[in-house]
């Protein structure tokens, strides 16, 4: 199995950026899909983006393409978020999720605690 730990959160003013990063521990990395989530407060947890083992398949929620990027570095274990132009409805809880897969999966079994992102207006 799989430990996920995310880091990179903070607060930003609207139009700022930040980068996420969710470094994985434990199991081979390579094997798994990555995406992830996010969870404002009162709301369900939704999903950002996903990322194969390969890096060969990736989706966007429709709220965040062609602001988001994702990303991963299999030889360092370490997946990223690049977020721009953020606007306050991005404010949220982001959780880094895998699951072993050769394609995108539908369900993750693996989560790390999450990271606190804040944008204000």
């Known amino acids: 199995q799989v430990q996920l730990a995310e880091s990179g959160g903070g607060s930003v003013q609207a139009g700022g950026s930040l980068r996420l990063s969710c470094s994985a521990s434990?199991?081979?990395?390579?094997?798994?899909?990555v995406g992830w989530f996010r969870q404002a407060p009162g709301k369900e947890r939704e999903f950002v983006a996903a990322l194969s083992y390969s890096s060969g398949s990736v989706h966007y929620a429709g709220s965040v393409r062609g602001r988001f990027t994702i990303s991963r570095d299999n030889a360092n274990n370490t997946a990223l978020l690049e977020m721009t132009s953020l606007q306050p409805d991005d404010t949220a809880v982001y959780y880094c999720?895998?699951?072993?897969?050769?394609?995108?999966?539908?369900?993750?079994?693996?989560w790390g605690q999450g990271t606190q992102v804040t944008v204000s207006s």
């Open positions: 999720a895998a699951h072993v897969s050769r394609g995108l999966p539908v369900e993750y079994d693996y």
């Open positions: 434990g199991d081979t990395f390579s094997s798994y899909a």
